[in-house]
T-cell receptor
Framework: NAGVTQTPKFRILKIGQSMTLQCAQD?????MYWYRQDPGMGLKLIYY???????DKGEVPNGYNVSRSTTEDFPLRLELAAPSQTSVYFC?????????????FGEGSRLTVL | DQQVKQNSPSLSVQEGRISILNCDYT??????FLWYKKYPAEGPTFLIS?????DKNEDGRFTVFLNKSAKHLSLHIVPSQPGDSAVYFC??????????FGAGTTVTVRA
């Protein structure tokens, strides 16, 4: 079972570059999420989606964009990378809403912006 | 503003003994609480949850206790095993279903 798959696992960007973190799930979950985890902090929600074609901002959306063209895929786009975006990014999915059921997480993508 | 706080960044316990992880929250509207476990280089995985209508939920070696008046919950692991060495995140949600996570507690189980 693949579950939630994230690519790449590691990436180094220069300031001002752009990139897309890919996320795919094979559990037919409607709900998908992007979190970031900074050292010594809990996970912060960046964006989420309740179904194909529907996305919404989370707690820390600035500097990011998302799209949800299919149920399976939920890519996160970083435009004009900044050192403050150095973090570990987790994609997750769930059958029901975020706070009422179990989230299934990917393995994470470690991004460094220099 | 951290609404969920795990004030102990780390915990070391001997194999076979009890591990007690603590979590405090400030939002009285939270009514559902979860614990996630995370190994290095992996994503968090769901461990156990409790709703505000209960004060205890048990699943094998893991028990979560909720004290609503104190806005406090704890996770007990009995007996602790080497495979329990991981980071444990406390999370909470209210009627908006948005999750707030604590910063995590790193548990090390000594042989």
């Amino acid at each position: 079972n693949a579950g939630v798959t994230q690519t790449p696992k590691f990436r180094i960007l220069k300031i001002g570059q752009s990139m897309t973190l890919q996320c795919a799930q094979d559990m037919n979950h409607n709900y998908m999420y992007w979190y970031r985890q900074d050292p010594g902090m809990g996970l912060k929600l960046i964006y989420y989606s309740v179904g194909a074609g529907i996305t919404d901002k989370g707690e820390v959306p600035n500097g990011y964009n998302v799209s949800r063209s299919t149920t399976e895929d939920f890519p996160l786009r970083l435009e004009l990378a900044a050192p403050s975006q150095t973090s570990v990014y987790f994609c997750a999915s769930s059958y029901s809403t975020e706070g009422s059921g179990e989230l299934f997480f990917g393995e994470g993508s470690r991004l460094t912006v220099l | 503003d951290q609404q969920v706080k795990q004030n102990s960044p780390s915990l070391s316990v001997q194999e076979g003994r009890i591990s007690i992880l603590n979590c405090d929250y400030t939002n009285s509207m939270f009514d559902y609480f979860l614990w996630y476990k995370k190994y290095p280089a992996e994503g968090p995985t769901f461990l156990i949850s409790i709703s505000s209508i209960k004060d205890k939920n048990e699943d094998g070696r893991f028990t979560v206790f909720l004290n609503k008046s104190a806005k406090h919950l704890s996770l007990h692991i009995v007996p602790s095993q080497p495979g329990d060495s991981a980071v444990y995140f406390c999370a909470a949600s209210g009627d908006d279903y948005k999750l707030s996570f604590g910063a995590g507690t790193t548990v090390t189980v000594r042989a």
